[in-house]
T-cell receptor, first 112, second 112 residues
Framework: DGGITQSPKYLFRKEGQNVTLSCEQN?????MYWYRQDPGQGLRLIYY???????QKGDIAEGYSVSREKKESFPLTVTSAQKNPTAFYLC???????????FGPGTRLTVL | DQQVKQNSPSLSVQEGRISILNCDYT??????FLWYKKYPAEGPTFLIS?????DKNEDGRFTVFLNKSAKHLSLHIVPSQPGDSAVYFC???????????FGQGTTLQVKP
């Protein structure tokens, strides 16, 4: 089955620690994206990548980092510099930037 | 600066009737619009999209209307079913970046 997987589903971290969220897709999509959702709000773009070994900052990139070493993988690191990291994180991919994005199931990160 | 707005946080409709969800945008450069459906703690599911060269797109029970002069789009669901109860997000993008700007979402409740 083709799709997007995110792991883990729930993640807890202590303040001051970095944590990496996994995102894998087997849809052969070129473009991948990371969004953050906070309660009562829409999704906000953190980073996106249109092709392997290239990525761009989204609207709220501060405190986050990404890599795109493989087409199917786009991990997101939430660093200790992110002031309010507790949120629901969603990864998406699309065949190219001109088409609809398909989302993974999300990871809920809680900072204790 | 909220470029995409869904001014109705919630909507309640009787089963079998029409559901109309609205979305307004401010950026005249947006040329691609999408609607997503989302259940709590899950990733959004793509429903339907429309390009700015069209004013209507239909897919089964779902129809999206675009009024470029008013910078307004709407999603019509006919007939509404209890399984349609979810949060609906509209999103917009411009150019070839694939960057989606999301509205805040509207919670639809379809009553049996």
């Amino acid at each position: 089955d083709g799709g997007i997987t995110q792991s883990p589903k729930y993640l807890f971290r202590k303040e001051g620690q970095n944590v990496t969220l996994s995102c894998e897709q087997n849809l052969n999509h070129d473009a991948m994206y990371w969004y953050r959702q906070d309660p009562g709000q829409g999704l906000r773009l953190i980073y996106y990548s249109q092709i392997v070994n290239d990525f761009q900052k989204g609207d709220i990139a501060e405190g986050y980092s990404v890599s795109r070493e493989k087409k199917e993988s786009f991990p997101l690191t939430v660093t200790s510099a992110q002031k309010n990291p507790t949120a629901f994180y969603l990864c998406a991919s699309s065949i190219d930037p001109y088409n609809e994005q398909f989302f993974g199931p999300g990871t809920r990160l809680t900072v204790l | 600066d909220q470029q995409v707005k869904q001014n109705s946080p919630s909507l309640s409709v009787q089963e079998g009737r029409i559901s109309i969800l609205n979305c307004d945008y401010t950026n005249s450069m947006f040329d691609y619009f999408l609607w997503y459906k989302k259940y709590p703690a899950e990733g959004p599911t793509f429903l339907i999209s429309i390009s700015s060269i069209k004013d209507k797109n239909e897919d089964g029970r779902f129809t999206v209307f675009l009024n470029k002069s008013a910078k307004h789009l709407s999603l019509h669901i006919v007939p509404s079913q209890p399984g349609d109860s979810a949060v609906y997000f509209c999103a917009a993008s411009s150019g070839n970046t694939g960057k989606l700007i999301f509205g805040q979402g509207t919670t639809l409740q379809v009553k049996p």
